[in-house]
């Protein structure tokens, strides 16, 4: 049954991001498999790793080799020679970080900036850290991993099941895309450019946003002056009703006093008539 999960997985997290939940939730109705319905669908960076599995499997094989020579080799080694293994180890990673935005691109997803961190940390983590590598070799990440070079990573959490640790994805595409021996610096400027490119398409976007809000901003005003003058008014005309029922007040106490004298001659009359009869 876990084989026939693993099957179902890799299948499903090869799948472009967006296709990954319609995808799931049939496979898991028809099947009446509440596993395959628990299958978490994979973070942005999570899933370009996945993809860069798939689809470069020599890049990423050559990640984890290099890795595991670095981690059994650590040991014996100088300071010096660590720290060029370091900077060699960042040099292949920038790289093939490059290349996975390339391969995320052409599938229409954009990979920014700091998701492409993230892929580079996993890419990181599985040099660094077995249990990483073998997370990151089985194509069903759900999301993305780090190392410390210290501390053990909880590679578990980061698969879709634990029995993925045990497995590798099936590669998709067989064509060699060999990572060229960058001269120093070379990765670091691909990367700047990338960001360059992004940071000006994030610069048009908040200028979009600030032309939008300026344009809000005038309209408001506009409006804002409209009612000072409604409510302006508003008072005047609330003035001259108070004077007017001052002057309505005024009108009633004249009104109420002649009806006061009147119902006095009225009932002086009464009394004469009422004398004169009798």
């Known amino acids: 049954m876990a084989d026939e999960l693993l ?8 799948l472009p991001l967006a296709a990954f939940t319609p995808a799931r939730d049939k496979r898991a109705k028809e099947l009446k498999d ?3 319905k628990g299958l978490r669908k994979p973070v942005v960076s999570a899933w370009v790793v996945n993809l860069l599995v798939r689809h470069e499997t020599e890049q990423v094989d050559q990640v984890l080799a290099v890795g595991e020579a670095l981690r059994d080799a650590a040991a014996g080694m100088d300071a010096a020679q660590l720290r060029e293994l370091t900077k060699q180890r960042r040099q292949l990673t920038a790289a093939v970080t490059t290349r996975a935005r390339a ?3 052409e599938r229409g997803v ?5 998701v492409a961190d993230q892929v580079e940390a996993t890419l990181t983590a599985a040099m660094l850290d077995p249990g990483a590598a073998a997370a990151v070799r089985s194509g069903l990440l759900v999301s993305p991993l780090a190392a410390t070079g210290v501390d053990a990573v909880d590679a578990a959490a980061a698969v879709a099941v634990p029995e993925a640790l045990g497995f590798a994805a099936a590669p998709v595409s067989r064509e060699l895309h060999v990572v060229p021996d960058l001269d120093p610096g070379e990765a670091e400027r691909t990367r700047r450019k990338e960001a360059l490119k992004e940071a000006k398409e994030a610069l048009e976007e ?3 946003e600030h032309r939008e809000a300026e344009a809000q901003v005038k309209a408001l005003e506009a409006r804002a002056l409209q009612v000072a003058a409604e409510l302006e008014e508003a008072r005047r005309r609330v003035a001259d009703l108070e ?11 004249g009104a109420e006093d002649s009806r006061d004298a009147a119902a006095e001659q ?13």
Request: aromatic residues 2%; proline residues 0%.
């Open 7 to 14: 099957a179902i997985a890799d299948e499903l997290y090869a």
């Open 243 to 253: 004077e007017r029922a001052e002057e309505v007040d005024d009108e009633l106490a």
């Open 110 to 114: 954009k990979v920014t900036e700091a």
């Open 103 to 105: 391969v995320a691109r």
């Open 206 to 208: 908040a200028r979009h």
């Open 266 to 278: 009225v009932a002086e009359a009464q009394a004469e008539v009422d004398r004169l009869e009798g």
């Open 34 to 36: 509440a596993r395959v």
